[in-house]
């Protein structure tokens, strides 16, 4: 298998575009990679699709030369992963639209997130298998919300689709690799000296056969097994050779090349998720040391925290916004639940709470990247974050607040609240 990755390598020109799917709860994004998976039989590692948790690849009418890679991760991990980093992972974005609900909340969340990203965007109407439906209304609820389609004064391409069916879903994949090919793949980063790939994480797992396991996407060069993989743990860099390179059901590969995803085992500690990794020519930590920054003594973004909460309220006052962004995290899921209620239940004025993004478990460096795009402020109740999540939010300027009593929580929330709304004063 791995002679025939090699041997096939030479016949595939550019790189894997990469696609993430975006969308409101329930529109149908899964049963479309669900239909996407069983129609399409290559994928990265010639001779089968690779099905993963975190990413597959499929090849197109069994052509190696034209492949998509989907991000697939669990409930809004995609979401999330596509949001914080602007679109620096995905080069196409699907926008996924139910025919039968039409434009909803997270709907209009993913078009904010598409207008800002440098992916090209694909809005795709899914469940034309309903009766009753108006495509037209669908289409024009979207230019309402700013993303301008084809035949509608804009250049956006739309299609049409069954995920349940599979109508429409070979002209989908057609579509994806017209524009990767029309469109043109974003550049990626130049790399310096001595790196030779870079990856992002999407999940990282402690398997009871093979260790430590972290199943990554490669936005540049090409990753291969035995290489020098470079990654950040707590403040530290850490270098240390591949030991193998799988695909997520098993079978043992050679490399992944730009574009496509899959497993690396032989690392020593669990990697964090979104955690940018670096493959190195040699065991040289030097190498990347400028990339992650890690002396933070020197570092100019740092800022104190009184001055985080300035920045914070002026930049919302500036935009009159009447509304603190916040990141919740909590313990569980039913504190998480009392929490989100009593938070939107705060009003002073006309300013109120807009929960950006919540979610149960430690606060990790996903959480504060989302603060910073969004100028939010991270609320913990009843849990921590490692020290280089804390070292990262400082670096940042993101004020993040943690709490074991949740009165605590709120009485604070209503204090910025009260900051927001007070009126303005000005000294002559």
Same mark, same amino acid.
């Given at each position: 298998m791995a002679k025939r990755v090699q041997e096939d390598k030479t016949n595939v020109q550019g790189r894997v575009p990469i696609v993430a799917i975006l969308g409101h709860v329930d529109h149908g994004k899964t049963t479309i990679l669900d239909y996407i998976r069983k129609t399409n039989v290559q994928g990265c590692e010639v001779g089968g699709i690779t099905q993963k948790i975190s990413v597959f690849t499929v090849s197109i009418n069994n052509d190696p030369s034209k492949r998509i890679t989907f991000i697939d991760t669990p409930g809004h991990e995609a979401f999330d992963l596509m949001r914080v980093r602007g679109g620096s992972i995905a080069d196409i974005v699907l926008l996924i639209v139910a025919a039968n609900d039409g434009v909803k909340p997270q709907t209009i969340e993913?078009?904010?997130?598409?207008?800002?990203?440098? *992916? #090209?965007?694909?809005?795709?109407?899914? #469940?034309?298998?309903?009766?009753?439906?108006?495509?037209?209304?669908?289409?024009?609820?979207?230019?309402?919300?700013?993303?301008? $389609?084809?035949?509608?004064?804009?250049?956006?391409?739309?299609?049409?689709?069954?995920?349940?069916?599979?109508? =429409? %879903?070979?002209?989908?994949?057609?579509?994806?690799?017209?524009? *990767?090919?029309?469109?043109?793949?974003?550049?990626?980063?130049?790399?310096?000296?001595?790196?030779?790939?870079? *990856?992002?994480? $999407?999940?990282?797992?402690?398997?009871?056969?093979?260790?430590?396991?972290?199943?990554?996407?490669?936005?540049?060069?090409?990753?291969?097994?035995?290489?020098?993989?470079?990654?950040?743990?707590? =403040?530290?860099?850490?270098?240390?050779?591949?030991?193998?390179? %799988?695909?997520?059901?098993?079978?043992?590969?050679?490399? $992944?090349?730009?574009?496509?995803g899959g497993k690396v085992i032989g690392v020593s500690n669990l990697i964090s998720v979104g955690s940018e990794v670096y493959i190195l020519e040699e065991n040289n930590p030097k190498l990347i040391e400028p990339l992650f920054k890690t002396d933070s003594k020197n570092d100019d973004t740092a800022i104190a925290e009184d001055d985080m909460f300035g920045s914070i309220f002026d930049s919302q006052s500036d935009n009159k916004n009447t509304q603190l962004n916040v990141v919740i995290k909590s313990s569980s899921q039913g504190s998480l639940e009392a929490l989100k209620h009593s938070l939107e239940e705060i009003k002073k004025d006309e300013y109120s709470v807009n929960i950006v993004k919540d979610g149960v478990g430690d606060i990790s460096n996903m959480d504060i990247d989302m603060a910073k795009l969004s100028k939010a402020i991270v609320l913990g109740f009843e849990v921590g974050m490692d020290k280089s999540t804390e070292e990262f939010a400082r670096k940042n300027g993101v004020l993040v607040r943690t709490y074991q009593i949740i009165y605590k929580l709120l009485e604070e929330v209503e204090d910025a609240l009260d900051m927001l709304s007070a009126p303005k004063q000005t000294e002559e």
């Amino acid at each position: 298998m791995a002679k025939r990755v090699q041997e096939d390598k030479t016949n595939v020109q550019g790189r894997v575009p990469i696609v993430a799917i975006l969308g409101h709860v329930d529109h149908g994004k899964t049963t479309i990679l669900d239909y996407i998976r069983k129609t399409n039989v290559q994928g990265c590692e010639v001779g089968g699709i690779t099905q993963k948790i975190s990413v597959f690849t499929v090849s197109i009418n069994n052509d190696p030369s034209k492949r998509i890679t989907f991000i697939d991760t669990p409930g809004h991990e995609a979401f999330d992963l596509m949001r914080v980093r602007g679109g620096s992972i995905a080069d196409i974005v699907l926008l996924i639209v139910a025919a039968n609900d039409g434009v909803k909340p997270q709907t209009i969340e993913s078009i904010d997130i598409i207008k800002k990203s440098s *992916a #090209k965007p694909i809005v795709v109407i899914n #469940k034309v298998d309903l009766p009753d439906i108006d495509i037209a209304k669908i289409k024009r609820e979207i230019v309402k919300e700013g993303l301008l $389609l084809e035949g509608m004064g804009g250049n956006v391409p739309v299609i049409e689709v069954s995920g349940k069916t599979g109508k =429409g %879903i070979p002209e989908l994949l057609d579509l994806i690799t017209l524009v *990767a090919d029309v469109e043109g793949l974003a550049d990626r980063e130049q790399l310096s000296n001595g790196v030779v790939a870079k *990856a992002y994480v $999407l999940e990282s797992i402690k398997d009871k056969t093979r260790g430590n396991v972290s199943s990554l996407v490669v936005v540049n060069g090409n990753l291969c097994k035995g290489s020098w993989i470079g990654y950040s743990k707590e =403040g530290k860099i850490i270098v240390e050779r591949i030991k193998g390179v %799988i695909s997520e059901d098993g079978e043992n590969i050679c490399d $992944l090349q730009c574009g496509c995803g899959g497993k690396v085992i032989g690392v020593s500690n669990l990697i964090s998720v979104g955690s940018e990794v670096y493959i190195l020519e040699e065991n040289n930590p030097k190498l990347i040391e400028p990339l992650f920054k890690t002396d933070s003594k020197n570092d100019d973004t740092a800022i104190a925290e009184d001055d985080m909460f300035g920045s914070i309220f002026d930049s919302q006052s500036d935009n009159k916004n009447t509304q603190l962004n916040v990141v919740i995290k909590s313990s569980s899921q039913g504190s998480l639940e009392a929490l989100k209620h009593s938070l939107e239940e705060i009003k002073k004025d006309e300013y109120s709470v807009n929960i950006v993004k919540d979610g149960v478990g430690d606060i990790s460096n996903m959480d504060i990247d989302m603060a910073k795009l969004s100028k939010a402020i991270v609320l913990g109740f009843e849990v921590g974050m490692d020290k280089s999540t804390e070292e990262f939010a400082r670096k940042n300027g993101v004020l993040v607040r943690t709490y074991q009593i949740i009165y605590k929580l709120l009485e604070e929330v209503e204090d910025a609240l009260d900051m927001l709304s007070a009126p303005k004063q000005t000294e002559e």
